[in-house]
């Protein structure tokens, strides 16, 4: 079984701007349906177990909302 990275985002701080989706090369990511607190779509992590922990997510987010963990 191969290591996989793990990303998380925080869903409050996320403005849905998409820039992770469209940085994902394995399509790891999605924009929610439901609104945040400040009344944004943010994006989440819909296929985990994709994850390579390459980290262009957390790379391309303006608002520093996105963390990812490299496999060991």
Do not use: H, Q
Not at 10 to 39: F, H, Q, T, W
């Amino acid at each position: 079984m191969s290591a996989k990275g793990k990303v998380e985002i925080n869903r409050e701080l996320c403005k849905g701007c998409r820039y992770c989706v469209i940085a994902c090369p394995k399509g790891v990511l999605e924009i929610e349906d439901s609104l945040n607190g400040m009344g944004y779509f943010p994006a989440r992590a819909a296929k985990k177990e994709l994850c390579t922990g390459c980290a262009l997510c957390a790379r391309m987010c303006p608002e520093v909302s996105i963390e990812v963990w490299a496999p060991d």
